[in-house]
């Protein structure tokens, strides 16, 4: 009797044993299978075998829930230089990518979010550019993350297609959008390198109106949570600003073509509210007639004021600290 019931006991064991290995078996081809799917979807050419797998899931995820294809197509990117605007959310790397075939971008980004897990190996892994979230200017005059542009040279040197986001911080709702720094200028000076402007619209996870307005304007949110909500984004080739590599531009001072860089990039981005094709379409008609310029300047003034601002205020703190401390030693 007890010999029966060890041999059942057995028979179940041998049975259970044969179907978790028959699971683990099934789980093993579908995951090579959606691998190699995932693998053949990613029309970008990188080295590391992970890279293409990831990247090809993250383009079905891309075009499943945040973007349509045929909109824009990217070719021929070697050497080129990507402006990516207005600044909105972590997803719009992925979405340019998605429009992207051949030579892999390499992104700008910041190490503002590193001490997320996985953050930092992911970034490693797509060989993104690392710009310092706290990088100030030295003392010997060299800019704050001068390093990042180096990388970037190297990287347009060795044929790479570089992108970035000229604005660096988020365009937060209800806020002014922030200011155009100099390093997409300064970067297509030192390589005698136009800059293809993309605009970027139909985000309808920082439109809808179910979340709350700070839940919307939260970096992280914006930087992850918001790849789960459902988008419509377009991406629009607004222009190709090549003014500098023209012989009539020669004359100009390096600071010239920055400022009138960043004019034009501060136009087509400082819009942070979506915009039609038409609407865009209506900034060429800024740029024609200056009015860019005199926009930009104002934009650098109110920037420059409000520093001050912040400086004489703290300024006031400091030069009532003793009779604060004076008032509440008198009133014990």
């Not at 660096?168 to 402007?197: C, D, E, S, W």
């Amino acid at each position: 009797m007890y010999s029966n019931l060890e041999q059942l006991n057995h028979d179940e064991s041998t049975s259970s044993a044969y179907n978790l290995l028959f699971l683990l078996t099934g789980l093993a081809i579908v995951t090579y299978a959606i691998a190699r799917v995932a693998e053949s979807n990613n029309h970008l050419n990188y080295d590391n075998r992970l890279a293409r797998i990831i990247a090809g899931l993250l383009l079905l995820i891309t075009r499943m829930m945040h973007t349509k294809s045929g909109d824009l197509e990217i070719t021929n990117t070697e050497k080129q230089i990507i402006a990516v605007g207005p600044h909105r959310t972590g997803w719009e790397a992925v979405v340019v990518a998605s429009k992207i075939k051949g030579t892999p971008p390499r992104f700008f980004a910041t190490d503002a979010y590193n001490s997320v897990p996985g953050v930092s190996s992911f970034l490693k892994m797509f060989k993104a550019i690392p710009v310092e979230s706290k990088a100030t200017k030295s003392d010997n005059g060299r800019s704050a993350n001068a390093g990042a542009l180096e990388q970037a040279s190297k990287a347009l040197s060795e044929n790479g297609c570089v992108a970035l986001f000229p604005q660096g911080n988020f365009a937060r709702l209800g806020q002014k959008p922030p200011r155009v720094y100099a390093g997409a200028a300064r970067l297509a000076l030192m390589n005698k390198t136009p800059i293809h402007v993309i605009r970027l619209d139909g985000f309808w996870s920082l439109q809808n109106p179910i979340i709350p307005l700070f839940v919307r304007n939260n970096s992280y949110y914006r930087a992850f949570m918001s790849a789960f909500h459902m988008n419509n984004v377009r991406a629009t080739l607004c222009s190709v600003i090549d003014f500098h590599l023209k012989p009539e531009s020669e004359g100009l001072s390096d600071e010239a073509k920055i400022e009138e860089i960043c004019a034009q990039l501060y136009a087509y981005y400082r819009h942070t509210q979506e915009l039609t094709p038409k609407q865009i379409a209506t900034i060429k008609e800024e740029i024609a007639s200056k009015n860019h310029l005199l926009i930009w300047n104002n934009k650098v003034k109110q920037d420059e004021l409000g520093k001050q601002l912040l400086s004489l205020k703290k300024e006031e703190t400091q030069l009532e600290e003793p009779t604060l401390k004076s008032m509440q030693l008198n009133s014990m």
